[in-house]
C-alpha cells in the first residue's frame, strides 16, 4: 500500500463495462500488438547474488545470518537456519542493517576535533595522523599518571580488541553497559544462588515450557529473536502466560492473564508467592533436598510476606497470587518465572532479581525439560597472549554469560599490595561494589570515576560504539567525564550525542563489512559462528581488528595482536579447535550437537553440577557470602516511590523495530516510527485536556523536561506514564533522529542499586500538562 | 494437479515487529513513502481491558480479483497457481487498477512508473525459496504454500485451526490470504472496503454526460498509452519468447 | 600528430586500469597540459570538492596559474577563475569548513557529495546510480581506487571521470560524457548545488558552487 495519500479517486476515470480484456479485443488494434500481449508475460526476476556468514549487530542477541551481495553491496539480510540463536528468522532491525551501511551520515574518515571539545567544529585527517596521535597521547597519559588512567567504554559492534587494547595498555578499567545498566542484577542472583550465571543469550527451554509467570520481560517487543520464537512456540505448545506489566503490551495481548502491577513491586509480589509456595508446600520437594540449602532459613524470612501483605502494595488480589503459585506448582518443573530484561529499575532490583530465581529453584526448574537448559560449550582456545600486567579480570569467551573469575583481591581501596589498581568503577573491589562483575564493569559508576577523578585520575577515554548519554541518566555526570578527561578517542560507525566529544573520530567499517572475532556460544548445541564481510568497508572506514591492533602497533603492545590480520587470528584460533577459517567459512557455524543428557540431566538421571560463588556445591537460597557482607538483606522488601496525586511513575521500554539509541537514526526503522510518543491513561489525559497526539510536556522532580506528543490509550496504568527508549536525540549529524521525540533517559532516575552498584532507573516522578 | 497458493498469517504468533516489512523493502528494492506489506495494529477496550490484535497484511491474490478487470492494457494479470502478477513491460501507469483493489494493495511505484505490489515473491518461490517475509517471520506468523497440496503445511494448518478470511458482505472475492485469530472477531480497521468510485465493471455512478464523454476520451488514452507502450517494448523481446501458449 | 594520438590515447592511463582518486592533481594536469582546457576545469572542480589539504590547495594553485595563462579573454569561467585565484591559500578554515559542509555538520545537516544522497528515495548511498556510475566508469577502464576512501558517484569521482572524458578523442568517451552530464549530473547537482548555497559557505566555497554551475550549466 501506499503510506502516503498519493493517488486522487476524483480524477480517476471510469471504465463501464468495456473495462480490461474485453478493450483488447477493440477492431483496429493492430494484430502485431495484440500478438505481443498474449505474449508470456515478463515479471520481475530474482536477480544473482553471492553469500557470506555473519551475525547481526543491531542489538546484543547476535542472530546468525546469511548477507546476499551484488555488484559489490550488501543487498539483503536473511537469517542463517542453521544458528541457534535464530534458526534463520530476522526481525525487522536485523534487516535494516542494510542502511547502517548506507547510512549517508555514517562516520567516514578519520577526524581531529578543531575548537571547543563537543562544540563540533572537524578537520579531516587521515589514518596514519589519527592512529599516531591517539597513540601519542595515550602515551602521554600512561607516563603522566600510570595505565589506570585509561577507561574503556564500549557497546558497539563487538568491542573485543578494545578491550584488549586496554588491558594491554594496562587498564583495569573497561567495561560495557550490560551489567551495569541493564543486566547485572539478575545474572548477579542467579550466579550468587546457582552458581549458573542466566542471563546474555538465555538457555531456557521455552518449547516445552507450560507456565510463563513474566514480571514484565516484554518478550515480544524487547526483541531477542530465537528466545521470543521460542516463547512463541511455547505458548502456541499450550504454555498458560501470566504476564505482569504497568502497561498492556503485545506481550500482555498474548497472556492468559494479566495484571496492571503497580510499578516498582514486584518484589514484593515475588516474595508472596515463595510465601505461598513454601507454606502450603507447593515446592519440589526432592529437588530441594538433593541440591538446596537454606530452605528453613528462608521460610522464616517470607513469614511476613503474606499474599495478604502484597496485595495492598502491588494491586494483585492475594487470592489470585495463591492460585497462581498452585497453577505453577501444578505444572513444574515446566515452569519459568521470567526476569526482566532489563532488571534495573526499583531500589532494589537485586532482591527482586534473587525473589526470582528463588521461586525458579523452589520449582526445580534447572536442567529440566520445559525449564533451564545446561547448555553445551564449543571449545575455542584463545590465541596466545602475554601476561596481562594490571588487568584484575580477562574478558573471555562466555557466549554471552558474565565470567566471574575473581582473582583475589585485598582489602586495599585502590591498589592492592603488589601496586596492581583496583577498578576505578569498584566493581568487584572489596569495601566498593564487591559483589559487581569485574568483567563488565559499572559503566554508570566509571562515568562518575571520570567526572570525579575519584578514586585516582582517568585522563584518557576510549570509547567503541555505546552513547553514553542516551543510555545513562544523569547528563551531567556524563558531560563533565566527556569535558574533564585529556584525551577522548571514539571508534564508532555512526555519529552521536556521546562521540560528539571526542578529540579524534575513528570510523569503523560496520558489520557487514568487516571480519571480527568469533561468536562462541553455548545453546543445547555448543557453537562458534563467524562473521565475514559482505562488501568491502566504505569510505575510508577500518575494521575495529584493524584499528586495535595499528593503535597497539604505535604502543609496543604489538605482541598483544600478533597476527598480520583479523583473518590470519581466526584460522589460528580454528585450527586451535581442530578447523580453519576456510571450513567455517562454507557453513557460517560449527556445532557440537544438542545432547539431552547433558542439557536436561535431571531427566536423563544424570546429576546437576552446582558450585556457588560462596563454595556450595548445592543452590544457596540465602547465599552465605551475601551474608557475610550483610547484602543477604537484599531479599527483604524495600517500600517504593509512590506518584503524589498529580504525578506518574515514569516508565520506558522497547518496541519491536526500534532498540537502543541507534536505531532512530537508521532511515528504515525510523520509517517505521520516527518519534515516541507519551502512553497516558484516558482518565488523567482527560483531566488535564489532553487528546490524541496533542503535544504534551513532561517534566520529572529535577525539573528536567520534554515536549512529546501523546497516546491516550487504556493499555497504561492511571498513575503512570511509558515511552520507548532511545529517542530525543539532539545531535544534528543524526539527520534523521535529531529532534525526534524526547529521551527517556533524560526523565529517568540515577540512583544505584545498595548491593550491586548498578543503576536504578524507574524511580522518576514526572507531571504531565497540555502544552 | 494445479497448485493453489494461499498465505496464512496466525495473527497469536504475530508480534509487530514490522521484519516482514523490512524484507521485502529490501528484496524488492521498495521506495520509501511505500510499501508491499504491512501489520495493522488494532487497540480497543472490551469489558474494561485493553486488548490488541494484529493483522499482518498484503495483496490477497483474489480468486476473482478485480484489479485484473480494471486494467485496460493487460498487465495485471492471474496465473494458473493463483498469483495475481503484474507485467510492468506492458503497465503504462494509468493507475486504474489502484482503487480497484479493496485491500488498498498496489500503488504506483514512482521509481519505475509501473504498478507496484506483492507478488507471494514470485521470483522466489519458483525457485523453490519462501517468501521474503515467510522466511524471517520472527514468530513463524506467516506460512505459505500450495493448499492443493494434502502434504504442505498450509493444508494441515487449514485442517487444524480455524482460519478466516478478510471479506465482507460487500467485499467477497475470494482472497487467497487466510487469518487465525484464535476465534476472536475480526475488528472493522482490517476489513476490505470499496472505494467511493470503485471499479468493478459494473455501472458506476457518472455524475454528468460530459464525464462520460472525457472518460471515453481518457479510455482511449490510456489505452493507446498502454498499447504503444506495450509494442515498443515488447520490440524488444526475443522471438523465442514468443514459443509458449499463454 | 601522432605523438599527440598516442599521448592523446594514453592520457590518464598511468597503470592499465586508471584509478580515481589516487593521483595528485598536479601529475594529472601535467599530462592534460597539451589539450584543450575542458579536462583541466573539470580537475579544478573535483579538486575544489575535495578535502582541501595544503598539498591540494598547492596544487589547485598551480593548476589555476596554468589556465589563466592560455586562457582567452572571452573565456566565460575567466571571471570567476579571477575570484578563485586569491582563495587558493590554505588555511585550517578551509578544512572545519569542508568538514562542515560536507562531512560532519555541525548545526546543520551535511550538504551530501554522493549522487545516490540525492537520487535514491530514502537517502542512502550505494544505490541504483552508484552502480551505474560504476559501470559506465569500467566501460572506459576506469575504477575508483579502494584507498581513495571515494565512492563513484562522489562529486570528487564524477568530475574526475568528466575530466578524463573530456580529455580523450574518441566519440564513445564523448558519448559517455554527454550522458554522464545530461542523464546522471544533471539530476542531482543542481539541488547539491542549491543546497550548498543554502548552508552559507565561506567564499571559498561559495565560488566553488558558481564554478561548478558555470562548467556544467546547471
Known sequence: MSTQTHFDPSRRAFLGATAGGTALTIAGLPSQALARINAPHDPEKLKETTEVFGFCDMCYWRCGLKIRSRDGKAVKIDGNPEHPNNWGVVCGKGNAGLMVAYAPNRLKHPMKRVGKRGEGKWKQISWDEALDTTAKELLKVKKKYGPQALALIGHGSWEKPYHRLAHAFGTPNTTSPVFGLCCGPRGLSNMMIMGRNLTGNETLDLENCKYFLMMGRNITESLHNGETLGWVNGVANGAKVVYFDPRYSITASKADEYYAIRPLTDHAFLLAMINVVINEELYDKQFIAEYVVGFDELKQRVQKYTPEWAEPITEVPAKDIRRLAKEMAAKAPSVFVYSPRRLTRSSNDFGTGMSITILNTLFGVWGRKGGVFTPQKYKVPEIDLPEFEHATALRNDSGGDFNYEQPEIPLAHIQDESGKYHRADGAGVMGRWPIANAQYGLTNEMWRAMAEQKPYPIRALITAGGNGFLNSTNYDIIRKALETVDFYVAGDVIPNEMNMYADILLPEASYLERYDDLQVGGAREGYVAVRMPAMKPLHDTRDAWTICKQLADRMELGAYFPHDSIKELLDDRLKKAGSSLAEIEKVGILKIPADPAKNFPLDHGGKLKIKTPGGSTKAELIPGMLKQMGYDKALDYVEQVRPNEDEFHMTFGRIGFHTHARTQDNVWTADLMRENVLWIHPEPATKRGIKEGDLVKVTDRKGRDGEIKAKVTARIRKDTIFMVHGFGHWDKRMTTAYGQGVADSDLASYAVDPHVGSMSMGLSLVKVEKV | MTKKYVMLADTVRCINCKACVVACRAEWETPMGYTRDWVKEVEWVQNDQPKVMLFPGRCQHCDDAPCIEACPSGAAYKRADGLVLQDNCICSGCELCVPACPYEARWLNPVTNTISKCTFCQPRIDKGLEPACVQTCVGRALIFGDMNDQESEVSKLLKEKEWVRLTTDEVNIGPNHYYYTAGEALPDEVMPKLHDRHLSGKTMEIVNPIGAIAIGGMLLTFLGAGVMKLIGRRNEVSTSENQEEK | ?218
Open chain 3, 1 to 218: 600528430m601522432i605523438l599527440f594520438t598516442c599521448y592523446s590515447k594514453n592520457l590518464f592511463k598511468i597503470n592499465d586500469l586508471y584509478l580515481i582518486g589516487t593521483n595528485s592533481i598536479r601529475i594529472l594536469s601535467e599530462l592534460i597540459k597539451k589539450v584543450n582546457r575542458q579536462p583541466q576545469l573539470y580537475l579544478l572542480a573535483s579538486g575544489l570538492f575535495n578535502q582541501p589539504t595544503p598539498a591540494r590547495i598547492e596544487n589547485l594553485r598551480s593548476l589555476l596559474n596554468e589556465l589563466l595563462q592560455t586562457i582567452p579573454k572571452n573565456a566565460p569561467e575567466l571571471p570567476i577563475l579571477m575570484a578563485l585565484k586569491p582563495q587558493l591559500n590554505y588555511k585550517e578554515d578551509l578544512e572545519t569548513e569542508y568538514s562542515r559542509l560536507f562531512i560532519l555538520a555541525f548545526p546543520n545537516k551535511p550538504v551530501q557529495p554522493f549522487a545516490s544522497y540525492w537520487l535514491e528515495s530514502d537517502q542512502s548511498l550505494m544505490g541504483n546510480s552508484t552502480l551505474e556510475i560504476k559501470k559506465m566508469m569500467a566501460e572506459q577502464g576506469i575504477e575508483v581506487a579502494e584507498n581513495s576512501g571515494l565512492l563513484p558517484d562522489h562529486i570528487v569521482s564524477e568530475l574526475e571521470f568528466l575530466a578524463y572524458l573530456a580529455s580523450q578523442d574518441d566519440e564513445k568517451a564523448r558519448q559517455t560524457q554527454q550522458q554522464l552530464l545530461e542523464q546522471h549530473c544533471a539530476r542531482w547537482m543542481p539541488q547539491f548545488i542549491a543546497e550548498l548555497k543554502q548552508a552559507n559557505p565561506i567564499l571559498y566555497y561559495q565560488l566553488a558552487a558558481d564554478f561548478l554551475i558555470n562548467l556544467t550549466g546547471f
